[in-house]
């Protein structure tokens, strides 16, 4: 046993009913994972989220239902059986319930479709828990896809485990909607043990129970309890036990202050894997705890495979490792890769900048649509621009797929793009509260909270989208200084009190240029009135677009 104050570890607990996104076999040849990634050269589809399997070959597709979301895939230990869940939101007249799950399994060749609400699947692909909802009669049950038996089974649910029914039909359960005392709001939570075809048995009880697993072989089960913190305690109370079947015998493995989350464990239960926030530990029947694998970026995934000797994780960037579990030994079996691509601005119009977000920095990316290839004009944290080709008029009011793709990595991600009928005047802003990213006469500092603009001065920000120039200026090339280039269209520029104040004024517009050794924007030079009261205003400009553009700018008023 290992009783720790802290243990080492920060884990990010799993909200209850959250989908596992691996699995594998048991010697760890195939792995199934789900993701919203999509492969290099693949029909051009956004982000629908399929299930890849890691052989041979090694990435392979093998389910796209772009209508539902696709979680918890499976394969049994002998990678013969595979399957996958489905999930779509049932908006349902007059309260007709309709079933919003599918579990699509292929085992020896012969396909099955079920339908409920939640599943649990063993390990040898045998023998299916279903909540039931959907079910006629309702009610959960075990079905045997050998002999085609359905066991049905009192009101409960599977524990929040991917490792929730052994291989001969036992089902690790939780009761429904006991309480833990009349007129209480506290909940009884309970363990169960339902053998197939016998009554459930209480294994624990009375203690908040955070998760459970069973073995495949059915002969132990682990269970781990967390008690909630005080209000000043950062970390919870949590005891880690394993129950031998045969004997009933209980042994405490870990308990301490920590935010432990789901556990995995091989067939045999010798073996089990923790996962932290940044690292995975093993325990070992034989030789304890040790510390197997760490990450900075943080690990949102691991998974034990049921020989226990290999363990499979995935980082916050898409990395995913194999390491041995004899050798600590790490494989790494994909480069990082961003999980979201989302735009931060907009006026996307030929020969202007164009900026987005991913949950990834500084990655080496390529961002394209169709055979276009947008320049990289930056990229700074988890923040990059792109300038769209001057050339590019074939997108001017089109709705395009964009795609992001790194060198490194067989993936791609996808986000939707919707390019600008006419010319506009899209403002670039920053920070809280969507402030104007504004700079003082002297381009000394940007315009902030603490260095506020003063009334009656001339202040700079930046635009894009105002389309073309009154000279050619190559894509890539950065804008001229001496003479600038301007653009063709003009805008006009407004300044209106934030808080409830009805002063709306055209604002004095002396400089309208392509911004100086930048590629992309345009700089826009403004004069805020000399009476203009201390506070926070909001500026603006419009150009041949119906839409305006703009940001808050904090202005002090002259002494």
């Known amino acids: 046993m290992i009783r720790l104050v802290v243990f080492g570890l920060i884990l ?26 999509a492969l290099r050269g693949e029909a051009v589809v956004v982000n629908p989220v399929r299930i890849f399997q890691h052989a041979d070959p090694p990435i392979l597709q093998v389910l796209d239902v772009q209508s539902r ?24 007249a007059f309260q007709i319930a309709s079933p919003n799950a599918v579990l699509n399994l292929k085992r020896a060749g012969q396909y099955y479709v079920l339908y409920g609400n939640s599943f649990r699947v063993s390990r040898n692909g045998r023998f299916v ?23 049905r089974l009192p009101n409960v649910v599977p524990r929040h485990s991917r490792q929730s029914i052994s291989n001969d039909g ?82 405490i493995l870990f308990e301490g202050y920590a935010e432990l989350s789901s556990f995995t464990v091989n067939a045999e239960g010798s073996r089990l894997l923790l996962q932290s926030k940044n690292d995975v530990l093993l325990w070992d029947r034989l030789s304890g705890w040790r510390s197997l694998f760490s990450h900075e970026e ?13 363990v499979f994780v995935k980082t916050r960037t898409n990395r995913m490792y194999r390491i041995e579990v004899k050798t600590g030994e790490a494989q790494q079996l994909y480069a990082p890769f961003p999980s979201s691509l989302r735009q931060q601005s907009f006026g996307a119009y030929p020969g202007s900048l164009i900026r987005f977000e991913t949950d990834y920095p500084d990655i080496n990316f390529v961002l394209s649509t169709d055979f276009t290839r947008f320049p990289n004009v930056k990229a700074e944290g988890r923040v990059f621009d792109v300038q769209i080709p001057w050339e590019a008029t074939d997108l001017i009011g089109q709705s395009k797929v964009v795609e992001l793709s790194a060198e490194d990595s067989p993936f791609v991600l996808r986000t939707t793009v919707q390019f600008a009928e006419t010319t506009g005047a899209w403002a670039f802003v920053s920070g809280p509260g969507s402030n104007l990213t504004a700079a003082k006469a002297d381009f000394s500092s940007l315009i902030t909270s603490e260095n506020p603009a003063l009334a009656g ?36 520029c407004y300044i209106v009190g934030k808080d409830r104040d009805p ?43 119906p839409f305006a553009s703009g ?3 904090p202005i002090v008023s002259k002494r």
């Open 170 to 251: 036992a089902l690790l359960s939780s009761e429904a909607g006991a309480i833990a005392g009349f007129g209480s709001s506290e909940r009884l939570h309970q363990v169960l043990l339902t053998p197939r075809g016998k009554n459930p048995e209480i294994l624990a009880e009375g203690v908040p129970v955070h998760s459970a697993a069973i073995t495949a072989q059915g002969n132990s089960v682990f269970v781990l309890f967390e008690i909630k913190p005080e209000k000043l305690v950062v970390m919870s109370l949590f005891r880690l036990i394993r129950i031998d079947l045969a004997t009933r015998e209980r042994s």
């Open 551 to 553: 940001g808050y700018l």
């Open 129 to 151: 828990f279903d909540t039931g909802f959907g079910n006629f009669p309702p009610g959960p049950n075990i079905q045997d896809l050998d002999t085609g038996l359905m066991y």
């Open 12 to 37: 990010a607990a799993l909200a209850a009913g959250q989908d596992f996104s691996m699995a594998s076999s048991a010697d760890g040849a195939v792995l199934y994972f789900a993701s919203k990634l």
């Open 457 to 492: 001065s001339l202040i700079h920000f930046w635009l894009s989208g105002l389309g073309p120039l009154d000279r050619p200026v190559a894509t890539g090339e950065k804008g001229p200084a001496d003479p600038p280039a301007k653009p063709i269209q003009t805008v006009a």
């Open 503 to 545: 002063d709306l004024r055209a604002l004095r517009v002396p400089t309208e240029i392509y911004a100086p050794n930048l590629i992309g924007v345009y700089q826009i030079d403004v004069e805020i009135p000399s009476d203009w009261p201390t506070g926070t205003a909001y500026v603006f400009c419009k150009g041949v677009s």
């Open 298 to 310: 943080g690990i949102t995934e691991s998974l034990l495979i049921d020989n226990g000797e290999s």
């Open 69 to 92: 979301t696709i979680a918890a895939p499976f394969v049994s230990d002998d990678g013969l059986t595979t399957g996958a869940f489905t999930y779509s939101i049932c908006v349902c």
